[in-house]
């Protein structure tokens, strides 16, 4: 794939972007990589384009991932209660904990990771990533 340097450069502040969005609240980290990819379409930066859908298709399946974690955490919690069990992490409150800090930190390292493979030229695949949107978009989705 032949990148400009400028869309080179526009990939690897969309990360940063990202983040900075999420400093400001976490909702607009969901929301910002919709909004890049269409401003990046909208400019004709294609790898930039690419790079905000992987983080768009990223951010979609960790969300899904902790609303299904977050299930099976209250299912449990409430198996707990009812059969006056004590489940050693859930009981205790702090497997939600474990799994938001797990989830948020996966993601922010995919943020760096993305981050460094657009200054080289590469484009990282989440293993995380059910590559939702970029079957959607038309391209096949390519599995490791």
């Known amino acids: 794939m032949e990148t400009t340097r400028k869309d080179k450069y526009i ?6 972007l990202i983040f900075t969005f999420g400093a ?10 919709a ?7 909208k400019i ?8 905000a859908l992987k983080i768009f ?3 979609i399946s960790l969300l899904a991932l902790a609303f299904g974690l977050g299930l099976l955490n209250s299912a449990l919690l409430i198996v707990a209660h009812d ?37 080289r030229q590469k484009i990282a695949s989440p293993y995380l990533s059910f590559k939702i949107f970029e079957s959607l978009r038309g391209k096949r989705a390519v599995t490791l």
């Open 11 to 16: 990939s690897a502040a969309t990360p940063i």
């Open 83 to 119: 059969g006056e069990l004590t489940i050693p992490l859930i009981s205790s409150g702090l497997s939600k904990y474990i799994i938001a800090i797990s989830l948020i930190g996966y993601y922010l390292a995919y943020l760096i990771i993305f981050t460094v493979s657009s200054f």
């Open 57 to 59: 298709d990223l951010s």
């Open 24 to 33: 400001i609240s976490p909702w607009a980290m969901l929301v910002a990589p």
């Open 35 to 41: 909004m890049l990819y269409f401003i990046y379409r």
């Open 44 to 51: 004709s930066a294609s790898y930039a384009q690419l790079t």
